[in-house]
Every structure is written in C-alpha cells, then in structure tokens.
C-alpha cells in the first residue's frame, strides 16, 4: 500500500467489509481533508480522509445524519472511525453539478430550480441541533478581507471603523434569522452531486461538504449557490431562481436586503480566504476567481442597506483596486 494513503486504511476496510477493493484517489479541495473512491466489483463507495488534529470528522457525521433524517439527499454513512479521520460514506457518482453544466450548458435553469427546490425542502425542516450564526461569527469571518487580502494588495486600512460599519449593516438582520434554517455554509455548484440528471424530473441531488453548518438566515445558502466563487452565475439566472425561491416559500419585505448583507459578507471572507491559501498555504490557482467574487460583492454593496460598509470601501480601498475587481495579486 502506498505511503501515500492513510495510515491504518487497510483495516479500517476489512471491518467495513471492504477489505481488498481497489483505491482511487480524488483531486482535493481547499482543506486537509482526502477522497478517495473505493471500489469492489459492483459496488463503489466513497472515502474520507479527514485526519486529526487538523480536521475531525464528527460534524460531517452528525450534521450527514441529521440531514439523512430530514430527509434530504446527504451521502449514507456506511462505516467511520472519527479518531482516525476516517469516514467510508456512499458514492454520489461522478456528474458534480458544475461539471456536469460544463457539457450541458442548456441545462442551467433547470439543474438551478432543482438545486433551489432541494434549499427550500431544507428550509422548510426545523433547523438542526448546530451552533448559531451570530453576530460574532459574521464579524470573524468577515476579518478575513483586512487580515488577508488588503496586506497581500499592499493596503493598509482601518480595522475600528470596519467592524463597526459591519454592526450596522448586520443589526438590522439578526431578528430575521430567529429560529432560523440549517445552513450548509458552501451550497454551491461543486458541493451539490446531480444523481440522475437525466431524469425527466431533473432527478435529485445530492449534498456534500456540510460539516460547518450552523443555524442562520435563510438568505445565506442563496447567496453561496447564486454568487457562486468558482462558476459564472449571471445576473438574469440569479434573479430568476430567486423569484423561483420566492414562489416556493415566501419572502419579506426584507429579503432582499438581507440578500445583499449576507452576499455582501460571504463575499468579503471569501476573497480574504483566497488570499490566506495564495499567501499562507501556496495555493495560488484560488487568485484567478478573486475577480468574480469582487464583482458580486460590489452589486451587494451597491444596495441601500449596506450603505455603511460601501462607505468603508470608498474611504479604504483605492479605486484602482476596485476597478480591477480585487486582482492583480501575485
């Protein structure tokens, strides 16, 4: 067995009763964590690989459980070994959502609605037993862009008056987001496997990478799937499928506002978090997508209620930087 699998991997399989099946890495993603899809004759499985201490796989498995209750398409976990990092769950096949689009382009609105109507199913569910998206955790992620982005741009900025423009747009949204839905955090066209797209009815989908859920605003997961970092979503597509959105379950008066706070937010830690994997963990390809995302996050600060943080980005961030949507870095 290769060094490079993990430790311990063969008889973790034969106690889950797949002792000799062939292993297949897969391409990573931005964590620790390792996939690896496991084969034996017939049947596939998928392997995770989320070794201690950098990742613990616990929350994968209790939020993968409360979702499978809910009945909502989380992959079934068939065996797990959570001190070692090991987690054997079932194989949602190979047609991931923005893949899949890539060779179907045609397809967009439909395979979108589907993913809309699965976030709706979701959010008509009590929300789960998870920790709540309050204001401190907003503002933590949010950091993100002074702590990272603005060194690497070579900008200094003032921290004091950016979380405090953050606590006035956000104030407002808060009493909104009680009791609140179970949000996934990173609903977005790669997290989301299509397991019939063929089907007359576009088929279900199925859900990965939810370990960081917590308890929040409905608004979230539709910024993540509609704003999406790693695949163009137009303008046109996102305002249909929010009106999609809308027919299945209602929305305030609010929403919108709410809409662009949180797109607003997500977008500003994300550009934050591109930057720390250039500049701390050497992964420069996460640059390239710094663009989209600063275009989104400037249509969500061009709506009234985020007045404060726009005027944060007037007085802090210089316009070149801006008219070159964030790029440039490296």
Known sequence: MSKALPEGLDTFLTEAGWGGAEIEPLPGDASFRRYFRIRDGERSAMLMDAPPPEEDPKPFIDVGNWLCGQGLRAPVIHAARAEQGLVLIEDFGANRMRDWLDNNPAQE??????????????????????????????????????????????????????????????????????????????????????????????GEQGLIDFQDALVGHRAYDLVSLLQDARRDVSPQLETQMLAHYAKLIGCDDDFAADYARLGAQRNAKIVGIFARLWKRDGKPRYLDMIPRVWEAMERDLAHPAMAPVARWFDANVPPEIRANRGGGLG
Not at 126 to 133: D, I, N, T, V
Not at 150 to 172: F, H, K, M, R
Request: charged fraction near 20%.
């Open 109 to 202: 609105s439909r395979v979108y609605a589907k993913a809309i109507e699965a976030l709706a199913q979701l959010h008509r569910c009590p929300p789960g037993p998870f920790s709540l998206y309050d204001m401190a955790v907003y503002h933590r992620e949010a950091m993100l862009f002074p702590d990272w982005f603005c060194p690497a741009a070579g900008i200094a900025v003032d921290t004091d008056s950016y979380n405090q423009a953050w606590d006035e747009a956000l104030t407002p949204m808060l009493a909104r987001q009680k009791p609140g839905v179970t949000v996934l955090r990173d609903y977005h066209a790669e997290n989301i496997m299509l397991l019939d797209p063929d089907a007359s009815d576009g």
